[in-house]
């Protein structure tokens, strides 16, 4: 899903989710190719983050530590992006 970032927020729904267990994964698209640019090192480049706000060592979090349920029932989720 692509939205645009208002201020330094950006907001979507999610429709027709059945329930179960999810993990979220959101990157900051600067340069809009596509992809999370990374350095040399395969360093991100450009802002991600993960649902329950977990960081990851040496790669993206194991999906146990980003997981959540959903019931379907709304949910806020707030993820804060590394940079």
Partial sequence: MVVKI???????????ILPGKYALAVIHDENVNGKLDTNWLGIPKEGYGFSNDVKGVLGAPAFSAASFLYDRRDIDLTISLNC
Avoid: S
């Fill in 6 to 16: 208002r201020e330094t927020q950006a907001r979507f729904n999610f429709l027709d």
